[in-house]
């Protein structure tokens, strides 16, 4: 079936660095992923969706020049926290639009990323 | 848009049923997803409604009403490795947006 790799799987980085977040598709082309963060004990809530080839669409409240979101070919999109803070310490989680018989629109899950910002 | 409820939390004995709710507020409905999520990982599809009714699979079934913006899924024969948190998401027609409700934390006891 469709596979998501999200790496890393982990992070911890310094306060006002810069993390990116990697989501490829491996053995199917997805022009349309999808990035999630997700709290403790919190569900999954949209950030933003990334489009091959184009600007990313922002949920609102999710500050584009803070997530940076790169979706430069069918297999990759990116997600860059700059200037990362404590408060955005977090689950990443990114998908993306799979072929799937189970279901119409198939969704497919990378593993996500535990960031956190010491 | 979509505002999805679940309860938080639900606890029920090894071997048992449980039913997990979740109702939905939506326009332009085009199908609704349930998907399983352990702790610190990605979620995991569990079952697609799009017509109203009882989908079964296995151990796990899922309902949706949709005059009634309700759904439920149905857990059977509960083993330990279900404890986990159970999210009811859905998307809204013409649009591919996935949106989770707020998930349901179950824990299966002895």
């Known amino acids: 079936g469709a596979v998501v790799s999200q790496h890393p799987s982990r992070v911890i980085c310094k306060s006002g660095t810069s993390v990116k977040i990697e989501c490829r598709s491996l053995?199917?082309?997805?022009?349309?992923m999808f990035w999630y963060r997700q709290f403790p004990k919190q569900s999954l809530m949209l950030m933003a969706t990334?489009?091959?080839?184009?600007?990313?669409?922002?949920e609102q409240g999710v500050e584009k020049d803070k997530f940076l979101i790169n979706h430069a070919s069918l297999t990759l999109s990116t997600l860059t926290v700059t200037s990362a803070h404590p408060e955005d310490s977090s689950f990443y989680i990114c998908?993306?639009?799979?072929?799937?018989?189970?279901?119409?629109?198939?969704?497919?899950f990378g593993s996500g990323t535990r960031l956190t910002v010491v | 848009g979509q505002n999805i409820d679940q309860p938080t939390e639900m606890t029920a004995t090894e071997g048992a049923i449980v039913q997990i709710n979740c109702t939905y507020q939506?326009?332009?409905?085009?199908?609704l997803f349930w998907y399983q999520q352990h702790a610190g990982e990605a979620p995991t599809f569990l079952s697609y409604?799009?017509?109203?009714g009882l989908e079964e699979k296995g151990r796990f079934s899922s309902f949706l009403s949709r005059s009634k913006g309700y759904s439920y899924l149905l857990l059977k024969e509960l083993q330990m490795k279900d404890s986990a948190s159970y999210l009811c998401a859905g998307i809204t027609g013409g649009g591919n947006k996935l949106t989770f409700g707020t998930g349901t934390q179950l824990k299966v006891e002895l």
């Open positions: 998908s993306a639009m799979s072929p799937d018989s189970r279901q119409p629109y198939g969704y497919t």
């Open positions: 409604n799009v017509l109203d």
């Open positions: 939506t326009s332009g409905f085009n199908g």
């Open positions: 990334s489009n091959e080839g184009s600007k990313a669409t922002y």
């Open positions: 053995d199917f082309q997805a022009t349309t």
